[in-house]
């Protein structure tokens, strides 16, 4: 009788221990946030239960996404902590991996670089003297909307020397100055000291798209400007078909880079640069296309992946990776570390180059990311962004232009 209470005790206090150690790595485990697409979540049911707090819903609410506070127990009686329980409905998208280029018209005028203008009276230099400085972007002279960079040449030259009132943008706050031009002798035309751009173009790669609404993903970036650094705030753009010609290599403390020109036909729109890529509209998408459901971030992990990627004439093709680190709550979005471990695309381009940007990463059947950037002193290993953060902002951009026409 005496063994058996005791084996009773030591049997209770093994359950409590375990029962308290779980509970402890469950409060840790258990995120504030829960995703469940389809109404699944990720928390084993044997050993979890989850109910709602109150019969209050919270967040966006649509047919196909809500949010609900719920409070999450163990053995269904022990309670570990409260979360946000994300209930909506799996999405699907076409991974594409295909290159193409990028023609974009940025909303006003960027300064790129000031400059000194000779005059009679010696040397004037009026963009300083505005206080106008590099990654300034002019909106308006005086009431004219400005567009392009000749707009702004024309009306420096035709303002006889009289003061213009300049309306341009700072770190997304408008200001307003007084511009004074200068009277070049060597031009013999009034001038302002100014290097501006009104476009730019390159290359990417595209990310997804939806075969229903044409919406497309691509980059997982901005698109900055090569002499300011700073994102381009666009007004219009397109995307066109592009090929690539040749790639130089990356290594180690040298980015390497692929090589392309445009062919000519237009694919699409383009209709946002965001911190997390550039998102447009498919004139044709494919209808025929194959998809994939887009993961929550919740179900990306550490271990094997793919990419698809376009480095040569064949066309998107998959190369093997790691994902070596996640990290979902990082400011910048460099939500994984990847590692190109494909020998064959590791021969050829020397790991992640320019041009790839945008590449699809594939796990487990579903998209999971993008590649953004490379470790320029490791070219192998690079950044990627979550695909759920940036099919969310593709979802915003049709929805703010929806509301815009």
């Not at 946002?272 to 998102?279: H, P």
């Not at 990627?309 to 994902?323: K, M, Q």
């Not at 945008?358 to 320029?376: K, R």
């Amino acid at each position: 009788m005496v063994k058996a209470i005791k084996v009773i005790r030591i049997a209770a206090f093994s359950f409590v221990l375990l029962s308290l150690v779980l509970l402890i790595l469950s409060f840790y485990s258990i995120p504030d946030e829960i995703y469940a697409p389809d109404g699944n979540t990720s928390i084993p049911e044997v050993l979890f239960s989850i109910s709602p707090v109150s019969e209050n819903v919270t967040g966006e609410q649509r047919d196909d996404k809500r949010t609900i506070n719920v409070r999450v127990e163990l053995f269904n009686a022990i309670p570990v902590k409260n979360s946000l329980l994300r209930v909506e409905k799996r999405r699907y998208v076409v991974p594409s991996g295909r290159i193409f280029g990028l023609r974009l018209y940025t909303k006003g005028v960027v300064i790129v670089s000031t400059d000194k203008v000779d005059t009679a009276g010696g040397v004037r230099y009026p963009a300083k003297e505005a206080g106008l400085e590099k990654g300034d972007v002019i909106l308006f002279i005086d009431s004219h909307e400005i567009t392009n960079h000749t707009q702004v040449s024309e009306l420096i030259a035709q303002s006889s020397g009289k003061t213009l009132r300049i309306v341009f943008e700072r770190n997304k706050m408008r200001y307003e100055t007084d511009f004074v031009p200068a009277f070049s002798n060597a031009q013999n035309k009034y001038m302002g000291g100014l290097w501006i751009r009104d476009s730019a173009a390159g290359i990417g790669t595209m990310t997804f798209y939806e075969k229903e609404s044409g919406s497309f993903g691509g980059l997982g970036h901005p698109i900055c400007d090569v002499d300011t650094g700073n994102a381009l705030e666009i007004s219009s753009g397109d995307i066109v078909s592009a090929v690539i010609n040749s790639c130089r290599k990356g290594r180690s403390g040298e980015a390497g880079e692929l090589c392309g020109s445009f062919t000519g036909e237009t694919l699409g729109s383009l209709e946002e640069n965001s911190v997390v890529g550039v998102y447009g509209k498919l004139t044709m998408p494919n209808a025929n296309a194959a998809q994939l459901p887009v993961a929550v971030k919740s179900e990306v992990r550490q271990g094997k992946a793919k990419i698809i990627s376009t480095i040569d004439g064949s066309g998107p093709c998959y190369y093997d990776i790691e994902i070596e680190q996640i990290s979902p709550n990082d400011k910048e979005h460099r939500n994984m570390v990847i590692r190109v471990t494909d020998r064959t695309l590791l021969e050829k381009t020397g790991g992640i180059v320019q041009g790839m940007s945008g590449s699809p990463i594939i796990q487990n059947g579903m998209l999971v990311g993008a590649v953004t950037h490379v470790f320029v002193n490791e070219p192998e290993r690079g950044y990627a962004v979550f695909a759920e953060t940036m099919l969310e902002e593709c979802e915003n951009v049709s929805v703010n232009k929806q509301l815009a026409s």
